[in-house]
């Protein structure tokens, strides 16, 4: 198999874990959504990422690159409401990024092409209680832990989803100031936000396929559960 069949193997690969990661959160992104929102994220999503999955139906020998361009191409079709344009309309556009395949050089310019163009089309920066909560340390971390601190992409990886993590906790206590969210005003406070959590568990589902693929360590932190499932010992 070709160096790019592989690496579009990894993308389906990637697509469909999200897919059924998304199917299996639908309810809870749609609480999400309806606490702060219209109920809507959870069915979104799902929706975007089915026909995403149709869409890229037999493209098994198509770069990496176009493989990813019709992902986006079909959550901007599907998704809707806020998240559609914003998340797929960062992907088609950022996977101009992938046209030499996919190296850690090109998955940073990907990540950073992909949170300019969020910005941009959004204009939400960290603190609105968006997406970008999530996105912007994880970008900044997986950039910061490959170029300064050159660590292993995986690696570098399962810090930035950590960074996600701690982002979307950060999301609880702020007041939104951008999409629906914004309506409620200081109501807002208290709430997780739906779109800084689907953005979570892609980067984990992203970091997930990456570890049966990549070698390098990943920080414990990256993968354990949010709750613990025992509680801690006294001290
Ligand atoms: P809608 O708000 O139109 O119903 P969704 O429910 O699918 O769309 O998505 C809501 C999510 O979109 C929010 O939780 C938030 O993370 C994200 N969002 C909304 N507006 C913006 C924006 N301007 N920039 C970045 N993200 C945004
Ligand atoms: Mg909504």
């Known amino acids: 198999m070709s160096e790019s069949n592989e690496q579009t193997e990894v993308v ?11 199917e299996a959160e639908k309810k809870h992104l749609t609480d ?7 109920a809507d994220h959870g069915a979104n999503m799902h929706r975007g990422f089915q026909e995403a999955l149709e869409q890229v139906e037999g493209m098994d020998d198509e770069e990496p690159a176009t493989v ?7 959550l901007i079709s599907e998704v809707g409401g806020a998240a559609g344009p914003l998340y797929g309309g960062s992907i088609m556009s950022a996977s101009q990024e992938l046209e030499e395949g996919i190296t850690p050089e090109t998955s940073i310019a990907f990540a950073e092409a ?7 089309r959004g204009d939400a920066r960290v603190g609105d209680k968006t997406m970008v909560d999530a996105l912007v340390p994880a970008v900044h971390t997986y950039k910061k832990s490959i ?3 050159e660590l292993p992409p995986l690696t570098a990886l399962s810090k930035a989803v950590d960074a996600a993590e701690r982002g979307v906790d950060f999301t609880v206590g ?3 100031s951008k999409g629906r969210a ?6 807002s406070v208290g709430h997780q936000d739906p779109g800084a959590t689907s953005t979570l568990f892609m980067l984990e589902e992203i970091l997930d396929v990456a570890a049966d693929h990549l070698e390098g360590e990943i920080d414990r932190d ?10 801690p010992e006294d001290a």
């Open 12 to 22: 389906l690969a990637v697509l469909q874990a999200i897919a059924d990661r998304i």
């Open 147 to 149: 170029e300064s601190d």
């Open 222 to 231: 990256a993968r354990s559960p949010t709750i613990p499932d025992e509680e």
């Open 114 to 120: 992909y949170l300019d163009k969020l910005q941009d």
């Open 182 to 187: 914004s309506y409620l005003g200081w109501r």
């Open 174 to 176: 702020l007041r939104a």
């Open 68 to 74: 990813v361009k019709n992902i986006g191409t079909a």
């Open 32 to 38: 999400l959504d309806s606490a702060i929102g219209d």
